[in-house]
T-cell receptor, first 114, second 113 residues
């Protein structure tokens, strides 16, 4: 069964450093998403991406965050200057036709900012 | 705006007992409803979804859910649980013109022997 692949599975970074979280969505999917889950809290929407542009973003997704689909297969989330409160599990998801088929989530990247 | 309320943060049950995990939602537009499961240290796996049609939806691992529009609920049920069902369960909704999912806070199901 096709999978959404996320790398790395765990990343530790120092406060103020830039991090790039990588995702390879399912190949025929058109919609891409990032969500995050702070430990013990609910999964929160960050951003959706369609047709090479952001289609929606949450208030969490401020100027420190950016997304890119650099080569038609990868989908990346960049955090420019990490803060302690950015520590969370970050999930990438993709879907073929949005909600019709549901979303396929990756296994997540656990980001720890120290 | 949409919201999801999962009424129980933790549900402990014994093996082979039935279980119901409750989910209520609010939305001003037609909704699509989902249940996801998260096993320890893993990602989110789709259990089942309601898009339209029959209000009783069957999913993987013997789970089912019933959409009740008048009560704005989408409760998840399983007639007989196994130890391996121990996990966090998330109810989620999307609707209107946006495609993002809004999640509930999750219910930790613990199945004891």
């Amino acid at each position: 069964e096709p999978e959404v692949t996320q790398t790395p599975s765990h990343q530790v970074t120092q406060m103020g450093q830039e991090v790039i979280l990588r995702c390879v969505p399912i190949s025929n999917h058109l919609y891409f998403y990032w969500y995050r889950q702070i430990l013990g809290q609910k999964v929160e929407f960050l951003v959706s991406f369609y047709n090479n542009e952001i289609s929606e973003k949450s208030e969490i997704f401020d100027d420190q965050f950016s997304v890119e689909r650099p080569d038609g297969s990868n989908f990346t989330l960049k955090i420019r200057s990490t803060k302690l409160e950015d520590s969370a599990m970050y999930f990438c998801a993709s879907s073929e036709a949005a909600r019709i088929y549901g979303y396929t989530f990756g296994s997540g990247t656990r980001l720890t900012v120290v | 705006a949409q919201s999801v309320t999962q009424l129980d943060s933790q549900v402990p049950v014994f093996e082979e007992a039935p279980v119901e995990l409750r989910c209520n939602y609010s939305s001003s537009v037609s909704v699509y409803l989902f249940w996801y499961v998260q096993y320890p240290n893993q990602g989110l796996q789709l259990l089942l979804k309601y898009l339209s049609g029959s209000t009783l939806v069957k999913g993987i691992n013997g789970f089912e859910a019933e959409f009740n529009k008048s009560q704005t609920s989408f409760h998840l049920r399983k007639p007989s649980v196994h130890i391996s069902d121990t996990a966090e369960y998330f109810c989620a909704v999307s609707g209107g013109s946006n495609y993002k999912l809004t999640f509930g806070k999750g219910t930790l199901l613990t199945v004891n022997p």
